[in-house]
């Protein structure tokens, strides 16, 4: 079955290390996102690729890092300059087909810095 | 620039009760508009979408939503709710000029017994 698969599911971390997030797809989508989502406050943008070797920030880009080597994955890195970054991590893909075409999502990653 | 308003952040609900959960947005000339599901600790699911047409559109789980352009609304209804509908419920719109989604902060349904 395609999807889209988020590893690990949980996290943890000291505070001032870098932590990278993995995200895979096989579903041939050439769009993938990166969402952070707090409680009370939605899903925000932190960076998202429409190709290969090529990605923009959202809303919420700063200390974070992405890469786009390949069209099925897409890590984010969450940096130490991150200055509140436990939160829960959501990757999603879409066609860039029609503009109507829905996002796919994993089952997220929950991210805790202590 | 396009906004979407979820009005109520928890909607509590008896079993087998009707819901509506309402949703909001800023006045487009064309717009796509999405709900998704999102279940404890996991990623989001698509439940219906509006492209054209038909103003009521059915989606997955028995929901359905209707599109109201004068009132810019995209409500969100279920007419017998089930335990297992407990989530939370995000609207999203997608303006038809560019592809960015912008959503909405999101409804908590939750069923009691």
């Known amino acids: 079955d395609g999807g889209i698969t988020q590893s690990p599911k949980y996290l943890f971390r000291k505070e001032g290390q870098n932590v990278t997030l993995s995200c895979e797809q096989n579903?041939?989508?050439?769009?993938m996102y990166w969402y952070r989502q707090d409680p009370g406050q939605g899903l925000r943008l932190i960076y998202y690729?429409?190709?290969?070797?090529?990605?923009q920030k959202g809303d919420i880009a700063e200390g974070y890092s992405v890469s786009r080597e390949k069209k099925e994955s897409f890590p984010l890195t969450v940096t130490s300059a991150q200055k509140n970054p436990t939160a829960f991590y959501l990757c999603?893909?879409?066609?860039?087909?029609?503009?109507?075409?829905?996002?796919?999502f994993g089952n997220g990653t929950r991210l805790t810095v202590t | 620039a396009q906004s979407v308003t979820q009005l109520d952040s928890q909607v509590p609900v008896f079993e087998e009760a009707p819901v509506e959960l309402r949703c909001n947005y800023s006045s487009s000339v064309s717009v796509y508009l999405f709900w998704y599901v999102q279940y404890p600790n996991q990623g989001l699911q698509l439940l219906l979408k509006?492209?054209?047409?038909s103003t009521l559109v059915k989606g997955i789980n028995g929901f359905e939503a209707e599109f109201n352009k004068s009132q810019t609304s995209f409500h969100l209804r279920k007419p017998s709710v089930h335990i297992s509908d407990t989530a939370e419920y995000f609207c999203?719109?997608?303006?038809?000029?560019?592809?960015?989604?912008?959503w909405g902060l999101g409804t908590s349904l939750a069923v009691n017994p």
């Open positions: 509006y492209l054209s047409g």
């Open positions: 579903l041939n989508h050439d769009a």
């Open positions: 999603a893909s879409s066609s860039l087909d029609r503009a109507h075409s829905p996002l796919h």
């Open positions: 999203a719109v997608r303006d038809g000029n560019n592809r960015k989604l912008i």
């Open positions: 690729s429409q190709i290969v070797n090529d990605f």
